[in-house]
């Protein structure tokens, strides 16, 4: 079986793992009884970084199995090896779904990519094929993360995956993402029936407030 190695493009610092720890804990510490949680950015740059697999990484020394899910469109670098795994073949019907996952070298973690160069957003729509996709990993996996791509008024696809999950995370990005956004993101994925269980700001520079008008 094929071995993706991302270890060393994540490269965590101790104290970067111990605030991926520490920012897991709060996010599931109100729920014990969640599974599977989502996270959607401001941005392309903020959902790029891949958060929910450095998250994993950081957490996956506690023992518990855990399955990232990159349902960004716009891909991740981390992917260059995987067109034909992974959630684009899959639910085009080109890879079967014993294929979907693959393997990391970080112990306990597991990855499904998005599988091409791109995918299109419509793919998305295939209800069925996630609601498989979902099952299997909810018998197979103690945690579900899913990276999203950016919501934004032309793509809402980070949505589709809200009746899979048990909440979902928002990520912004210090002194960039707008308060309106963040209550925009908050509706779209209430509405869906997914409650927001917290908000990660990146980039701080500074221990204050946080808060961006507009």
């Known amino acids: 079986m094929n071995v993706m190695k991302i270890r060393e493009q994540l490269a965590l610092k101790p104290e970067e793992k111990t605030v991926y720890q520490q920012i897991f804990l709060e996010i599931t510490f109100a729920k ?8 959607s950015g401001s941005s392309s740059d903020v959902c790029s970084r891949f ?7 950081a957490i996956a020394e506690e023992g518990k199995r855990i399955v990232v899910i990159n349902g960004n469109t716009q891909r991740s670098s981390l992917e260059n090896s995987t067109a034909d795994q992974g959630l684009a073949p899959y639910l085009s019907g080109h890879c079967s779904l ?5 393997k990391t070298d970080i112990p306990q973690v597991d990855l499904i990519p998005v599988g091409r160069a791109s995918m299109n957003p419509i793919l998305l729509e ?7 996709i979902f099952s299997k990993c909810k018998n197979e996996y103690d945690w579900i993360l899913i990276n999203t791509a950016p919501l934004a008024e032309n793509n ?9 999950c048990d909440g979902a995370v928002l990520l912004a990005k210090d002194h960039a993402t707008y308060k309106k956004w963040l209550e925009n993101a908050k509706k779209v994925f209430e509405e869906a029936s997914c409650s927001i269980e917290g908000c990660v700001v990146l980039d701080v520079k500074k221990s204050k407030a946080y808060s961006k008008e507009g």
């Open 51 to 57: 958060f929910p697999l450095s998250l994993a990484a």
């Open 98 to 102: 014993d294929n979907v996952i693959v």
């Open 156 to 164: 809402m696809s980070a949505v589709q995956f809200a009746p899979f």
């Open 126 to 132: 295939n209800y069925d094929g996630l609601e498989k």
């Open 32 to 39: 014990k009884e969640q599974k599977c949680i989502l996270f």
